[in-house]
């Protein structure tokens, strides 16, 4: 069908016009938009955004090469229980110092509340460790190395490194940490020793997290310093057990925090996306009203 002279196509669905269905005129690419709604990013800025993973991988890092060493009978349970007292009490007095208690008022927890789930949590564990022991005795060794690697996996997949997408599951992570660690906790020697490893994860999981998005948001210069502090230790004790592992771990850390930046800068250089007429619709009046 062949346009009729003198009549102008319009772009409405209501009235039949004598145009063809995919008929449209010179204006159409008239509203042609390129790159609305892309972000420029600046590399510093990336780079330390990318300190969140960094991080969570030395926490993984640090959880395996501690028990590394306790399964070597290397690392006593009692000098690591005293190791993580002492640095869950400077954690926790840090944690009120960098905001100055601010976040506390406003939730209006107290220190007693603090101090008595922390002691329901050590005997509930404490008193449950022979069972933790015991819990996978029917189960092979490989098998469960293979679990706690998945496990570790998926824990930093869904951890929640500040982004707002659908993936990310703040419980689903830490419990998929706290499983690798009870699975990694059974082969130790004793229940002590499993009792120790099942309250370090729970410090190392879900205690230092949030600390570090405190001091991210409060004191960005202390974040960065802890962040590479935190990455030195996690590459010195992986050195003492595997050089070739610490040397492959260091390329990663270099690669998310240096590479990985960089790449995505340059290719936001070549993003190409269009918008126009034949984009979906989309209702940006409030109808909850309707739904009353």
Not at 220 to 233: E, I, K, M, Q, S
């Amino acid at each position: 069908m062949e346009p009729v002279p003198g009549r102008r196509w319009q772009k409405v669905l209501y009235e039949r016009q004598p145009f063809p269905d995919n008929y449209v005129d010179q204006r159409f690419l008239g509203e042609l938009r390129k790159n609305v709604h892309a972000r420029r990013y600046r590399y510093q800025a990336v780079v330390f955004q990318s300190g969140a993973v960094v991080q969570q991988l030395c926490s993984v890092c640090i959880f395996v090469v501690t028990w590394w060493y306790m399964d070597a009978g290397m690392l006593s349970p009692q000098g690591l229980f005293g190791v993580a007292l002492v640095s869950s009490l400077l954690g926790y007095v840090l944690f009120d110092a960098v905001d100055g208690g601010a976040g506390r008022r406003e939730s209006g927890r107290t220190r007693w509340a603090d101090l008595k789930s922390t002691l329901v949590f050590a005997a509930f564990t404490y008193g449950f460790s022979p069972v933790l022991k015991t819990l996978t005795e029917s189960i092979s060794t490989d098998t469960i190395y293979a679990m706690s690697a998945l496990m570790l996996l998926g824990h930093l997949i869904f951890f929640d490194y500040g982004a707002n997408a659908a993936i990310v599951s703040s419980t689903l992570s830490l419990n998929m940490a706290i499983f690798a660690s009870v699975c990694l906790a059974s082969r130790l020697p004793r229940s002590l020793h499993a009792f120790v490893m099942v309250t370090f994860a729970m410090q190392i999981f879900a205690l230092w997290p949030m600390l570090q998005k405190k001091l991210k948001a409060q004191t960005p210069r202390c974040y960065v310093g802890v962040t590479v502090l935190f990455a030195l230790a996690a590459l010195a004790g992986l050195a003492t057990v595997s050089s070739v592992g610490a040397v492959l771990f260091t390329s990663l850390l270099l690669a998310i925090s240096c590479l990985c930046p960089y790449c995505l800068i340059r290719f936001q250089l070549t993003k190409d996306n269009i918008h126009g007429p034949w984009d979906e619709a989309e209702i940006k009046e409030d109808l909850s009203r309707f739904l009353m």
